[in-house]
């Protein structure tokens, strides 16, 4: 496969400190990341190392406060780090994105004392995080989950299956929604899981179309106790910081999409410009360079949504509708994007021995997950129209 290097993609950053950031995410994308993901990828190799090294470089818990270790970035920057990573390696970048999420519950809505034990190893001492809301029978209805957990004096016990867990059984810590009280929303609880806890187990990882370096399982919970200074926010309250977690976890799925579509765009260049047919490069045939323009601008109008929603976010505005506009614009365009870089090179686009097919491959999954794009436009919808007639 020819070596393609990517045109660094010009950015609009508010801080000389986000300038230097980005340039230091370059570099470790370019020499850690991006030489192993192919073979990696075809391996089904998870890089822990990798997660270890960008924890090291203050990466992993970028948005939160320098209190307990994060970067106290604003979205605008963080989610264009996670684009970098999404361009380098998808696995890794959708990693970064999920840790955050499975994060974000205690930073958000955690005691000052559960921040000040937890937070520092989260956000910077090597741990990493997975998200449970999903299970088997609960995808899209998640308000239906069944993992209960009941009291029992000072300490809670958790039985159940989480479904579609990103880094299940990988994981050092999973932030676990499980009902506590009646059905539908309001009897859900969040609670902070040890990876290590006596009673949690992982079941063999997914066999995936793409993303194969990056373990997604179902995670068992066989009466595992955890003490109530685990449990996050009150009860009854998991299923609310739920849905506050995935709205800033769309615009993270929405920046991977970017990422992912860029890489494609840049090999689908860079193949029409060295690619000669009938005596001059395929990209100066006009159906090819109307292709390469349709790709190139659904990027920009994906970049130009999510981070329109990163600023509200970053000012305290409500951002839900726009974060599920990005979520379904980013990751349809990332599909039709790299299916089209598939095209532009031809028979070698559906060899493994050039990028494209991956990251077509890769794409797919971004359409389903915190949220299938049908959902997205559910939730789109109900904040123009109301909610649905009962």
Not at 66 to 84: I, R, S
Not at 199 to 227: F, I, N, Y
């Amino acid at each position: 496969m020819p070596d393609r290097a990517p045109q660094p993609v010009d950015r609009q950053l508010p801080t000389d400190e986000a300038r230097d950031l980005i340039s230091l995410v370059r570099d470790i994308a370019q020499r850690e990341i991006a030489p192993a993901a192919a073979e990696e990828e075809d391996a089904g190799h998870f890089p822990r190392e990798i997660f270890t090294l960008l924890s090291r470089s203050g990466l992993l818990g970028l948005p939160y406060d320098a209190e307990y270790g994060g970067g106290e970035q604003p979205y605008e920057v963080y989610l264009q780090v996670l684009e970098e990573l999404a361009m380098a390696r998808l696995t890794v970048g959708l990693g970064v994105s999920v840790h955050t999420l499975a994060s974000y519950a205690l930073a958000a809505y955690g005691t000052k004392e559960q921040q000040v034990e937890h937070l520092p190893a989260m956000l910077g001492g090597g741990l990493l995080g997975a998200y449970c809301l999903s299970e088997p029978a609960s995808g899209s209805d998640a308000a239906s989950l069944r993992t209960k957990a009941v009291r029992d004096g000072d300490d809670w016990v958790i039985t159940g299956t989480k479904a579609w867990i990103t880094h299940g059984g990988v994981a050092d810590f999973y932030t676990v929604m499980a009902r506590t009280g009646e059905e539908g929303p309001r009897g859900v609880t969040a609670f902070l899981v040890p990876g290590d806890a006596e009673g949690l187990s992982a079941a063999v990882p997914e066999k995936k179309m793409g993303m194969k370096g990056s373990p997604t399982a179902q995670v068992h919970l066989d009466g595992v106790r955890v003490p109530d200074s685990r449990r996050i926010g009150e009860e009854g309250q998991g299923f609310a910081i739920a849905l506050s977690s995935l709205d800033s976890g769309r615009l993270g799925i929405a920046a991977c999409a970017v990422g992912v579509a860029q890489a494609a765009l840049d090999e689908a260049v860079a193949y029409a410009k060295d690619r000669r047919q009938f005596g001059k490069p395929i990209a100066d045939f006009q159906g090819l360079r109307f292709m390469l323009a349709d790709m190139a601008t659904q990027i920009e109008a994906g970049r130009a949504l999510y981070l329109a929603a990163a600023r509200l976010r970053d000012a305290g505005l409500p951002f839900a509708k726009q974060a599920a506009m990005a979520k379904l614009h980013c990751t349809d365009a990332a599909m039709k994007v790299t299916t089209d870089a598939v095209q532009i090179l031809g028979g070698y686009g559906y060899t493994a021995d050039f990028p494209a097919e991956r990251y077509m491959r890769e794409a797919k999954v971004l359409q389903i997950v915190e949220g299938t794009n049908q959902i997205q436009r559910m939730v789109i919808a109900r904040h123009l129209a109301g909610p649905e007639t009962r």
